[in-house]
C-alpha cells in the first residue's frame, strides 16, 4: 500500500473512533498485565467475566500471592488455559515484588522476563499502560495486515516490523487498537463485511462480500433459478422444473 494509502487508512478508521482502546478492563497497570496475560487464546468478554469480581478485591500483586493460585484457578475457570494462567500470574506477581518493588516495569525487556508475558503482551502493556508507540500483532491484526496489503508478513514478528516502519504520525500510538477493532467488528476472519467497511477502496482483499440483501442463499437461488429455467423451458402443461436446465447461483461476493 502506498503512503499516502496507509494515511487514508488510518485517517478513516480514527474518523470512525477517535478515542479506540482495549476492551479488556483493568483498573491499574498491575489489573492490565494480569487481563492480558489471561487472555492469551480467550476473547476479552470471557476474561472481563472472571476479572470482574476479582479486580474488586485484588489490585496490587501482594494481594494476588495472598489470595493464592488454588483460589485463582478456581476464579478464572472459565478461562481457556486456566491452570497454566493461574501459575503465571501468581509467579509474575511475585516477581514484581521481588523485583520492581511492586510496580509493573516500562520496559519491553522487563515485561518479557516475567512469567507467561510475550512480546505481544509486552506490547500491549506498554502500549496502553504506558502510552508507548508498540503494535501488538494479535490474530485480527495479523489478518487485517495481510488481507488488506496494509503490511503483509508470514510471522507476527514479520507484521509487527512492518507497522513499525509505515504506520505515520498521528495514528501510531491507537494504530493497534483500530486494527484489533477492525478486525473484531468488520474485517471478521469467516466473512470480512466489505459493504460496510470504511477502507474497501484502499482495501487489496478479493472479491469483496456483498451486504447479506444481495447475497442470495444458494438453496433460495437453486429454486429461483429452476423456476426460471423451466419457464424458459417448458413448452406444455407436462414440464417439470426437475427437467429444466442448470444455473449457478449468484457469486456471493462483489468482482
Ligand atoms: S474491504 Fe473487506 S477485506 Fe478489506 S478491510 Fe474491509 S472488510 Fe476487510
Avoid at 476479582?54 to 472459565?78: C, H, S, W, Y
Avoid at 501488538?136 to 507497522?163: I, Q, S
Avoid at 467488528?185 to 456483498?210: F, G, H, M, N, S
Wanted: charged share 25%; net charge positive; glycine share 6%.
Amino acid at each position: 500500500m502506498k503512503r499516502d494509502e496507509v494515511f487514508q487508512f488510518f485517517e478513516r478508521l480514527a474518523e470512525a473512533n477517535p478515542s479506540p482502546t482495549t476492551e479488556l478492563e483493568s483498573g491499574n497497570p498491575y489489573q492490565l498485565l494480569v487481563a492480558v496475560v489471561l487472555s492469551a487464546q480467550a476473547t476479552d468478554a470471557s476474561v472481563n467475566i472472571a476479572t470482574r469480581p476479582l479486580f474488586e478485591r485484588i489490585k496490587e500483586p501482594q494481594q494476588m500471592v495472598d489470595f493464592g493460585e488454588n483460589r485463582l484457578r478456581d476464579a478464572i475457570k472459565t478461562i481457556g488455559l486456566f491452570n497454566t494462567k493461574a501459575k503465571n500470574v501468581i509467579a509474575l506477581s511475585e516477581a514484581l515484588i521481588a523485583n520492581h518493588g511492586s510496580d509493573v516495569p516500562r520496559t519491553r525487556e522487563e515485561l518479557q522476563a516475567l512469567p507467561g508475558v510475550g512480546r505481544k503482551t509486552a506490547n500491549v502493556v506498554l502500549n496502553t499502560a504506558f502510552g508507548e508507540e508498540t503494535f501488538a500483532v494479535d490474530t485480527h491484526v495479523y489478518r487485517v495486515c495481510n488481507r488488506t496489503g496494509l503490511a503483509p508478513g508470514k510471522t507476527v514478528d514479520d507484521v509487527e516490523a512492518k507497522l513499525e516502519k509505515i504506520v505515520p504520525q498521528p495514528f501510531r500510538r491507537d494504530a493497534h487498537h483500530w486494527l484489533i477493532l477492525h478486525g473484531r467488528y468488520i474485517c471478521k476472519a469467516r466473512l470480512p463485511e466489505c459493504w460496510r467497511c470504511p477502507v474497501i477502496d484502499l482495501c487489496r482483499y478479493k472479491p469483496k462480500t456483498l451486504p447479506p440483501e444481495e447475497r442470495v442463499k444458494p438453496k433460495a437461488a437453486r429454486s429461483v433459478i429452476r423456476g426460471s429455467s423451466a419457464a424458459r423451458t417448458a413448452t406444455g402443461p407436462t414440464a417439470s422444473p426437475r427437467t429444466a436446465g442448470r444455473s449457478r447461483s449468484r457469486p456471493s461476493r462483489l468482482p
